[in-house]
């Protein structure tokens, strides 16, 4: 498994499907509570820059990790911001490296396989949260969201998503027929069937 390639995948993704965002769209809920659509991708590209500064031997400082002001062209402010870390991680000697994540851990580095793991685990399922934003589907393979799921199910469902603002919430019972993708959003405590549509 190439990790490199699965994120270069799930991240290209995420930029195709910003890309469809116009400026009606960027005050919508997400499936992130409390997170319009502009406030996800914000997010997104201040991970991706953490991310590359970790690549490069940084990243120990949270201000590496803040979301990103768009401005007044957001989709174009998280294409760069993308190919930040693509590139980054692309770098002769990054797969040698042990990253810097302070948002997991303050006290432990993750080789770099597995520091790449989550950003291409995070790509995957905040591209399905902007995909289901939009109303678009988002257009993985199998072969992706299989990876996707053997990192997911690796993520400890323990006290740690109970917490205020948990990078992942409490696992939820996959539906009847689930797909693998399905699998991977319930694992980490998102509904397949979410819909920013008010409730009848």
């Known amino acids: ?28 809920p997400t499936p992130c509570a409390g997170w319009t659509l502009r406030r996800l991708v914000a997010h997104m590209a201040g991970q991706h820059h953490g991310f590359a500064a970790a690549a490069a031997g940084g990243g120990a400082d949270l201000a590496d990790w803040r979301p990103v002001e768009t401005g007044g062209d957001p989709s174009a402010a ?12 692309a770098r002769p000697g990054a797969l040698t490296r042990e990253f810097t994540l302070p948002e997991i851990s303050t006290t432990v580095r993750f080789p770099a396989t597995v520091a790449i793991g ?39 469902d323990d006290e740690r998503r109970l917490v205020a603002d948990p990078l992942f919430r409490p696992a939820l019972p996959p539906p009847s027929g ?23």
């Open 1 to 28: 498994m190439d990790i490199r390639k699965l994120d270069r995948t799930a991240v290209l993704e995420t930029v195709r499907l910003v890309r469809q965002a116009d400026p009606t769209h960027w005050d919508l």
């Open 78 to 89: 998280y294409r760069d911001a993308a190919w930040t870390a693509i590139d980054a991680f």
């Open 118 to 156: 989550f950003h291409f685990l995070d790509h995957v399922v905040h591209g399905w949260d902007v995909a289901r934003t939009l109303g678009v589907p988002l257009e993985l393979d199998e072969a992706t969201t299989e990876a996707a799921l053997a990192f997911a199910l690796r993520v400890p």
């Open 178 to 200: 689930a797909s693998t993708l399905d699998l991977v959003l319930t694992s980490l405590g998102r509904s397949p069937d979410w819909s920013a549509a008010p409730a009848r």
